[in-house]
């Protein structure tokens, strides 16, 4: 079986420095690893089933995509351990969410520093660690985004977001694309998402990353015709589905379970315009802090400045802690409503993002994911090019979508059996990667930004492995 021949080839084989001529029967050695983990001594896998199933949400059941899950023990950095003691290649990062490496030494030494000293008082009182991470973060946004509200997460940073934009306004629809899921138990109004592979408008020229669709492109220098389209789109759906003044428009600057979907250039500038010219302000949702290489904010790529910005996810390194982040002339709009949040400002969050943001510069992280990310999907485009059932490599920095289909031609979701079988292999195999997509057709690669280029090539080789398999089999 693959697993075997992976055993196999596993005590075997070294490192290859060169990964894209990775050998077909080959898998190069795991990259080394000092840190030792803890031995496991806690309940059994047997034990921990009973209670998901019997006691737990039963969403959990359901989205534990895996055919053998994984019974996660520890983590260092851009690894984790099982209960069992074997270690995997973490490309997931908890969803995009373990900015600069599992259990950092640095941001670990702030927890249990802050731990000593206050875990928790309430905003009421004034207390150093929200008013120092404030001061902290706001200089990483242009002007005049300056005024932030924190939370305890993604979700409530949307919604919060959101509820600031109708307070703004006066008005009340907001518009998202059709990929957006938000946590809001108002509906929205959705428009199409700019797609320039899975769409029906796109070619070989109209993202800002290293790597193209493999649609052809027709467009005159300078010129994009998909993004017109897209953005005629766009304006339809301000003719037929809404007021004539709206609250706000809603986007990631590149889409995470959506599939790492990039719009095409100058389309969040026309978008933004066009929303501004109907009352409405425009809410960037954010992994941002450097993941896209670039820069340290997705929308700085596309060149506009929204009048909000929502952000989770690597802002705490897995620590649950979101943000809102304003213009003054906004946040005094929102005192015609009473807020209040018993842990957002928390001192032990505070702390946390506070220590991430300085891990991010000391560690050069937004450089590394500029560097080893460009390395990745460069060396992915060659996977693409090899396999039929490769269809897009999209995204920019250490935030990538592989996109799976029956074949190029027919731009068809690979089948959600065929998705396991292969992420199955992938992670027997010693590597973590996720899934996303309308469809569950795109394999989501966005790990710890601590990432180095040799074990961008072990996942290569591994990736090429499984792919190979796959279709050998078929």
Known sequence: TLKKAFLKCHRNATVKKSAIKYCTVDIPEMPPCSFKPEEYKGMSKEQMMEIRKQNCNPMTTKITYLKKPVFIHQGYMQ??????????LDLF?????VSVGHCHPKVTAAIQKQLKKLWHTTNIYIHPELHEYCDKLAPYLPDPLKVIYLTNSGSEANELAMLMARLHTGNFDIITFRLTQL???LPNKQTMCPDVFRGPW????????PVQSIRQCSCAQGACIANKHYIEQLEETFATSVPSQIAAFFGEPIQGMGG???????YLKEAY??????????????????RTGSHFWGFQGHDVIPDMVTMAKGIGNGFPVGAVVTTPEIAASFVKASHFNTFGGNPLACAVASSVLDTIRE?????????VGTYLMTQMAELRDKYEIIGDVCGKGLQIGVEMVKDKGSREPLPPEAMSEILEDIKDMGVLIGKGGVYGQTFCIKPPMCITREDVDFFLAVFNKAISGYTDRK
């Open 79 to 88: 690894w984790l351990w099982d209960v069992d003691g074997k270690r995997y």
């Open 93 to 97: 990062a908890g969803v995009a969410t």
């Open 202 to 209: 796109g070619g070989s020229y109209c993202r800002d990353s």
């Open 273 to 290: 315009k066009l929303v501004r010219q109907r009352g409405g302000i425009c809410i960037a949702d954010e992994t941002g802090f450097g």
């Open 260 to 266: 790492a979907v990039q719009y095409p250039k100058n």
């Open 183 to 185: 946590t809001w138990f």
């Open 363 to 371: 560690d050069s992280t937004q450089h590394n994911s500029l560097h």
